[in-house]
C-alpha cells in the first residue's frame, strides 16, 4: 500500500521561507516520478512542481518557477520542495504525488494516482 505524508507546512511571513517534505512508502520510491500540486480555497488544485525518478529533470509551473526547487533523496524515499520568497497568492494546501505507473515525469495532475493528505501553507502580508 503507497503512503505518501507530507510535512513542513505553516504560517510564514511574505519573503519568507519554508520546506515541505513527502516521505513515501509501499513501494520502491526511485522508480516513480513525484510532483507537488496545491489547491487554494476555491480554486481547483493545480501543479507546482515535478522531478523526474532520477532527480535529473524538474518541472516547474511559471507562478513558482525561480523561487520553487523540487529536490528528492531517493535513498530516503523523500521529496523536498523549497519554497522561498514567498507571496501571499502561495497560500493553498499543498499535496504530495507519485505516478502510478514508472513512466516518464509529468505535469498533468491526472497521471498522479497516489496523493499525501495534504498540508497547509499560509502565507500572510
Known amino acids: 500500500q503507497v503512503q505518501l505524508v507530507e510535512s513542513g507546512g505553516g504560517l510564514v511571513q511574505a519573503g519568507g521561507s519554508l520546506r515541505l517534505s513527502c516521505a513515501a512508502s509501499?513501494?520502491?520510491?526511485?522508480?516513480?516520478?513525484m510532483g507537488w500540486f496545491r489547491q487554494a480555497p476555491g480554486k481547483e488544485r493545480e501543479f507546482a512542481a515535478a522531478?523526474?525518478?532520477?532527480?535529473?529533470?524538474?518541472y516547474y509551473a511559471d507562478s513558482v518557477k525561480g523561487r520553487f526547487t523540487i529536490s528528492r533523496d531517493n535513498a530516503k524515499n523523500t521529496v523536498y520542495l523549497q519554497m522561498n520568497s514567498l507571496k501571499p497568492e502561495d497560500t493553498a494546501v499543498y499535496y504530495c504525488?507519485?505516478?502510478?505507473?514508472?513512466?516518464?515525469?509529468?505535469?498533468?495532475?491526472?497521471?498522479?494516482?497516489?496523493w499525501g493528505q495534504g498540508t497547509q501553507v499560509t502565507v500572510s502580508s
Open positions: 509501499g513501494r520502491t520510491f526511485s522508480s516513480y516520478a
Open positions: 504525488a507519485s505516478r502510478s505507473i514508472s513512466g516518464p515525469v509529468t505535469t498533468t495532475l491526472s497521471d498522479y494516482n497516489y
Open positions: 522531478i523526474s525518478r532520477s532527480g535529473g529533470s524538474t
